[in-house]
């Protein structure tokens, strides 16, 4: 497959990158200053861009298989759901249909797999604007028309690539860890673009 990444310098990126090239998939790497990814392979086209300038997404979009989004901002809001939005445009232009978008875990009917730090402390405290960027992101996503999934992990941690995770279980599941490696998220997430189970779907990740 022909697999554009966008976020790719990024913490969860890098690994979809790297595993995606392991896997022998045609690799785009999209970012701000992409001699960062520090990476170098014969199946690997790096692509300086920005997401929130449109005019630089549309020509990486092109002869693309599978999107995937895992841009961040730490922090911050407004990235993740603008530069989303311009990912989402420059598809329906070029006609590239397949997206897997990564957010978090938290969003919509699973909120009720966190607990009371999470809720409190973190999504309505400390990481308020970044968890309000990921509930628009998701917006804009579920109403773009493409081929959407959309990932919805734990905190990151820095495990190893296990492929041993819990996707797709429901909101009221109080049982999970609350967190992942960035491995298996990227893991995940190439597994998603090999079929269609989770097509419009939101699948939570974790242990």
Not at 50 to 66: E, N, S
Not at 85 to 101: D, E, K, P, T
Not at 138 to 147: A, H, K, M, P, T
Not at 161 to 179: K, N, Q
Request: with cysteine.
């Amino acid at each position: 497959m022909n697999i554009i990444v966008f976020g790719s310098t990024g913490s969860v990126g890098r690994h979809i990158v790297r595993q995606a090239l392991d896997e022998g998939h045609r690799v785009t790497a999209f970012a701000r200053n992409p001699e960062q990814l520090g990476m170098s392979h014969e199946l690997l086209t790096t692509v300086h861009g920005d997401v929130l300038v449109p005019a630089t997404i549309i020509p990486a979009l092109r002869g693309q298989d599978v999107v995937m989004c895992s841009i961040g901002a730490g922090r911050k809001g407004g990235l993740r759901s603008e530069g989303t939005r311009n990912i989402v445009q420059a598809m329906q232009a070029v006609g590239v249909r397949r997206l897997i978008c990564q957010t978090t875990l938290g969003v919509g009917e699973s909120w009720g797999n966190l607990n009371l730090l999470w809720k409190t402390v973190m999504f309505r405290g400390l990481l308020r604007r970044a968890f309000d960027d990921h509930v628009r992101q998701e917006e804009i996503v579920r109403s773009s028309g493409l081929d959407w999934t959309i990932v919805r992990p734990g905190a990151f941690t820095d495990g190893e690539r296990t492929g041993r995770y819990h996707i797709g279980f429901p909101g009221t599941d109080r049982s999970v860890e609350l967190r992942i490696s960035r491995s298996d998220v990227a893991d995940a997430m190439l597994r998603m673009s090999k079929d269609d189970q989770f097509l419009h779907a939101d699948p939570g990740l974790s242990y």
